[in-house]
Structures are given as structure tokens and as C-alpha cells.
């Protein structure tokens, strides 16, 4: 599977690198790691006493007497793990969100269990079922999740402990736990049930303080100031975590302006000052010499391409893709190009609802989404079948209703040109027998959508002190975005796609009961499989029936019409139909609809707000584009 090898490794390899030689901080000896190392130990067995006492007390539950005392001990045994997770997570990313604290839904996983469907649990789910109706039936499902808690955390205990840190891996750990806390904890995806992500981002938020301050043995001279600098954003934060604010009306612009980055950006810069070299313990896709969380190389495309002998980040090979993005010799009849339903002026969409075929009058299965910020996903089309960009090269000239061509044929027409041969060789010479090949064609092709980046749009120049105009009413509207509309539960900052933080290493889809139009009275569900019906084995599982691609929201002011079949004219229509909740809350039987069926409840001054600040995300003029 890709990134099997790259990401993760064996489940075991990379707890053998957890023992690694620590490094020492100039002018005392290094003793932080092992106080964090002892203070986390304590820490993880204290949330498994936790696991143990929901575990005991669910299996003598008989009725729904007990609720109550569950519902207290599933939110102890949370607020505890929050002591632990930035940690856990960042050494132990995939098995914490496949057992212990992923969304509490269905998967198949590439790192354990392969192919096998591995049901809800963790402590997600357990968040979910006790805010759940009260019921015997619940009270069940409830024993089943503590106990298999209890199992997963008994089984990891035994590996994972004791665990060897590095100073810089600690830091690491605190900024990452830092994004984890404002792109999951403060937009309820880490709460599903409790909505308790404010209480719990308290926690979390004072473990990092903690763990940070055995740094003050260490310091170097020159780190000084940004050691007193990092203890005051800690208290300011900690401060407006506490203010015992309700969850929908929490600032969480302000917070992200002037707690998240500076800390984001001062941590850097203790690292830097301090002497603790950059090495992280194993690959994100997180670039830890980003400072800021909307910076333009916070999230590095690279890792999603892993092409070692290609790279993706050659200005040759960009300019070339550029061309043949737009020639349309690489379709059968020469008619079409990539810019026929990628069209720069219109956010690298088509402005249809379904994209024009290469047959007169009939057009494709789908709604062609934007090309921008492509790059930053580990699966590629509505359905998910394609696995890197350079696979999704194959698929469109594969179709028949688009390029409905060979590479053979295209190679044929490329070689006639003396421009292309120069520009081939200039590229790729040298790497295989021919300049022109299938590989890099698709190379060149994937090279130019990948430098397809968008973070200079009024949203970003504004969080980041670029610029100190920004609307009021998108100020609103991003508050809500990340807050009571839960946007951001799903479009995670800073892409805004599905893409799941904190480290960025999977892509997420949804099913959101899409219909065949926007008729709340009658709807009839969309008949398209999505990544159900995409060809794939381990995605051919009925809870992916009629799930897609979660896409960027960036410029998307720019690429109505929207959704995989282009039902929605207007971005009015997409958060009236969320406002409803999707087709379930419209009264459609829809399996397995990740989408909440509950209404938003959210005014039209709110909708409007939104859309102010969506409308901030374009950043055509970047691309070329004239937004007309």
C-alpha cells in the first residue's frame, strides 16, 4: 500500500527507533527527556487505571441507573488521555487513530488488520455512545468499546513503555498538540458526543505547558527571552481556555492570532536558540520549520508524492507540465486538454455541473473540483481511486469520455515536436532510455498541479500580520466555520480539505446523502457509488457506499457549481442543505451517513457569515487568474 514503507514502516521498527541516542543541550547536562519520559509514564498508566475502571465499571452495569456514572467516567478517562496525547499520538499516530482516539466510524486500515473492516471504537466512540440515548441496547454497545479500550491500551502499554524522547521530538510533540488542539479539539471533532472540546483543550493544553518547563534547567543564554515569551503565551492561552466560554461563542480567530501561531512560531525559534537540531522521530507531512499554521510551506507536498527519482519540486519539470496541461495533443482527437475542465480563471473547475465529454453533447460522470491545493491529499478523485497525482494522470487518459487516448500515441505526437524533445531532455535526461515516457509525462503533468498552492488569500495575509484589514462579517463567519457549524470538523484548517491534522497523513471522505437536486419536499439519494464503486478492494465496503472525497474549500467562490455531481448552484444551497443535515436530516434513509442528520440551526446572518469568510480563502491572481 502506498506509504506503507515511507510513513510508518512496520508498527515495530519504529517503536525500536524510540531508543535512539538523546541529545544533549549545551551548557548543563540534558536531563529533560527522562523527566518528561518519567512524568509521561505516570501519566499513561494513570489513564490506564482510567481504562480499567470504565472497563469494571460497564461490565456490572445492568440498567440504565448506571448511565449517569458512565458518562462521568468516559469524560475522566478523556480529560486524563488528554494529559498524554500529544505525545501518544506523535509516536504512535496510526495505531491512536485506528483504536484509542479516532472518529467512531468503520475502516480499514493499511497498518493493522489489513483489509479486515475494523468496527468504531476508542474513545471517540465512547464519547458518542454516552450521549446517546439511554437504553439497554446502548448500555451493550458501551461494554463492548470500554472492554476493547481496555484491551488496545493493555496491548500498547507493554511495547510502547517506557519510551525514550529527544528534546527536539518533545518540542515537536508540543506543537503539534498545539494544532491537534485548535483543528480538532476547538472544532468538536474530537467530542463528538459531549461537545466538550474546550474542557478537554484545557487539559491538553497544560500538559504541554508542563512539559515544556523542564526546558528551563537547559537554556542556552540566547533562548532565554523566547523561553519567558513561550511561558506568557501558555498562560494567555490557558486563560482563554478557562474563561468558561460556551463552546459556539469561542473566539477562535483571536486565539488563533494571538496564542496558536506566535507559540506555533516562538517554539520554533526556543529550538533554534537553544541549539536542539530539527529531527523528527518519522516522516509528516507537518514541515517543522514552518512557523505559522497558514504558512505557504506548513504542509510539504513532497510528502505526498514521495517521488525519489522524479521529484515533484523541479522548476523544469513545472514549466513542462504547464505545457502539456494545456496542449491538447494528449488527447485522441487533439480537442481536449487538462485546462478544459481546469480552467485557471475559474479556480482550475469548469463552472459545469458535470464536466463536457470528448463526444458532442454528452458529458461526464462528475463535477470537475478544483486543481488547487491538490496536492495536499494522500488520495486523488471524488471516489478516491487514485493514489498519488501521477496515477491520476493515467486515469484521464485512460477514460473514454475524456482523453480516450494511449501514452503510445501521445509519446508518437510529443516526439514529432522539437520543442518538447528539448524540454524533455533538459528534464529527464538521463533517467530512462527515453526522454519521452509514460512516467514522465505524468511526471511533468503531477509537477504542475503540485505547485498549485494558494495561501496568499486576504484570510491568510491577515492571520498572518500581513495586513490588518479583514472583514468583521467573515471574522463571524470563520469563528463559526470552526466552531457551531462544524465545518472545520471535517474542511481542516489550514487547507480546509479532508486531510486530517495533526500530522497529515490520511484523507478523508463522507457520505453526506448527496441527492439528485435540492428538493427538500421529495429528495431522491444520488445514485453514484462513489468509493464504494471506485475498483478498489479495500474501499468495496457498504459504509463507503455513496462516500466522497472531502475537497478543499479554498477559492472556492471561484468553482460553484459544487459537490460531485454539481447539485448546488450556489454556495447558499451547500449551507442550506448542511443547515438541514444533509439527506438524512431531509428524511432520507441513508446508510451510514457521516454527516450528523441533527440541523445546524443556523440563522441567515450566520449562513452569510460563512460565506464571507469562504469568499476570503481565493487567491486567484497567484495562478493567473482573473476571478471572471
Not at 322 to 343: G, K, T, W, Y
Request: some cysteine.
Amino acid at each position: 500500500m502506498k506509504k506503507t514503507s515511507i510513513l510508518l514502516g512496520s508498527f515495530f521498527i519504529c517503536l525500536l527507533m524510540l531508543s535512539g541516542a538523546q541529545m544533549a543541550i549545551p551548557f548543563q547536562k540534558d536531563t529533560v527527556p527522562e523527566k518528561v519520559a518519567a512524568l509521561y509514564a505516570a501519566n499513561f498508566y494513570k489513564f490506564q487505571n482510567e481504562v480499567n475502571a470504565l472497563a469494571a465499571l460497564a461490565n456490572k452495569a445492568t440498567s440504565v441507573k448506571e448511565w449517569e456514572a458512565l458518562k462521568s467516567q468516559v469524560e475522566k478517562t478523556r480529560l486524563v488521555y488528554k494529559e498524554i496525547e500529544f505525545i501518544f499520538d506523535y509516536y504512535q499516530t496510526f495505531y491512536n487513530g485506528t483504536y484509542i482516539n479516532g472518529a467512531p466510524l468503520p475502516k480499514v486500515s493499511e497498518y493493522f488488520e489489513a483489509e479486515k473492516v475494523i468496527p468504531p471504537g476508542g474513545l471517540q466512540a465512547l464519547d458518542e455512545a454516552v450521549y446517546d440515548s439511554a437504553s439497554i441496547e446502548n448500555l451493550q454497545h458501551i461494554k463492548v468499546l470500554a472492554n476493547g479500550l481496555k484491551e488496545r491500551v493493555d496491548f500498547i502499554s507493554k511495547i510502547h513503555l517506557p519510551v525514550h524522547l529527544k528534546s527536539s521530538q518533545i518540542i515537536e510533540c508540543i506543537r503539534s498538540g498545539i494544532v491537534r488542539i485548535f483543528t480538532l479539539g476547538l472544532t468538536g471533532y474530537d467530542t463528538p458526543g459531549s461537545v466538550n472540546g474546550l474542557k478537554e483543550s484545557v487539559v491538553s493544553w497544560q500538559s504541554m505547558e508542563i512539559t515544556f518547563l523542564y526546558f528551563e534547567a537547559g537554556l542556552s543564554p540566547e533562548a532565554k527571552s523566547q523561553f519567558e515569551a513561550i511561558k506568557k503565551y501558555f498562560t494567555k492561552g490557558k486563560r482563554i481556555l478557562n474563561a468558561n466560554t460556551h463552546f459556539n461563542d469561542f473566539d477562535r480567530l483571536a486565539f488563533l492570532k494571538e496564542v496558536v501561531n506566535p507559540l506555533y512560531a516562538t517554539l520554533l525559534e526556543f529550538q533554534n536558540a537553544n541549539r536542539i537540531a530539527l529531527e523528527p522521530y518519522k516522516k509528516h507531512a507537518q514541515n517543522y520549520k514552518a512557523k505559522n499554521l497558514f504558512d505557504i510551506d506548513f504542509l510539504n507536498t513532497d510528502f505526498y508524492s514521495e517521488l525519489v527519482y522524479l521529484p515533484l519540486d523541479n522548476p523544469k519539470t513545472i514549466a513542462l507540465g504547464e505545457l502539456l496541461f494545456q496542449d491538447p495533443q494528449l488527447s485522441r482527437d487533439n480537442v481536449m486538454a487538462c485546462i478544459s475542465c481546469h480552467n485557471p480563471n475559474k479556480g482550475f473547475s469548469d463552472g459545469l455541473p458535470k464536466s463536457v465529454s470528448n463526444q458532442k453533447g454528452v458529458f461526464t460522470t462528475r463535477n470537475a473540483p478544483t486543481l488547487m491545493d491538490a496536492g495536499y491529499s494522500t488520495r486523488y478523485f471524488w471516489d478516491m481511486r487514485a493514489f498519488d497525482l501521477e496515477k491520476q494522470v493515467v486515469h484521464v487518459i485512460d477514460n473514454d469520455l475524456e482523453f480516450n487516448t494511449d501514452f503510445n500515441a501521445i509519446i508518437a505526437k510529443l516526439n514529432k515536436n522539437a520543442l518538447y524533445n528539448k524540454l524533455f531532455k533538459e528534464a529527464y535526461g538521463g533517467i530512462a532510455k527515453e526522454d519521452i515516457n509514460q512516467r514522465s509525462i505524468s511526471n511533468a503533468i503531477a509537477a504542475y498541479v503540485n505547485s498549485l498552492k494558494s495561501f496568499n488569500s486576504p484570510f491568510d495575509k491577515y492571520v498572518r500580520n500581513e495586513t490588518k484589514e479583514y472583514p468583521e462579517n467573515a471574522k463571524r463567519g470563520f469563528n463559526l466555520f470552526m466552531g457551531k457549524a462544524a465545518c472545520g470538523s471535517c474542511h481542516f484548517a489550514p487547507v480546509f480539505n479532508g486531510t486530517i491534522p495533526p500530522f497529515y497523513l490520511e484523507s478523508e471522505s463522507e457520505v453526506l446523502g448527496i441527492t439528485q437536486g435540492f428538493d427538500s419536499i421529495a429528495p431522491k439519494l444520488d445514485t453514484d457509488m462513489g468509493r464504494m464503486g471506485n475498483g478498489l478492494k479495500m474501499d468495496n465496503h457498504p459504509f463507503l457506499k455513496n462516500s466522497f472525497k472531502t475537497v478543499t474549500v479554498r477559492n472556492i467562490a471561484l468553482t460553484a457549481p459544487y459537490m460531485h455531481n454539481g447539485l448546488f448552484a450556489t454556495l447558499e444551497d451547500v449551507l442550506a442543505f448542511y443547515n438541514l443535515g444533509g439527506g438524512a436530516g431531509m428524511g432520507l434513509e441513508v446508510e451510514n451517513q457521516t454527516l450528523p442528520d441533527a440541523p445546524l440551526n443556523l440563522s441567515q446572518q450566520e449562513i452569510e457569515d460563512i460565506i464571507a469568510f469562504m469568499e476570503t480563502l481565493s487567491d486567484v491572481y497567484a495562478y493567473g487568474g482573473r476571478g471572471d
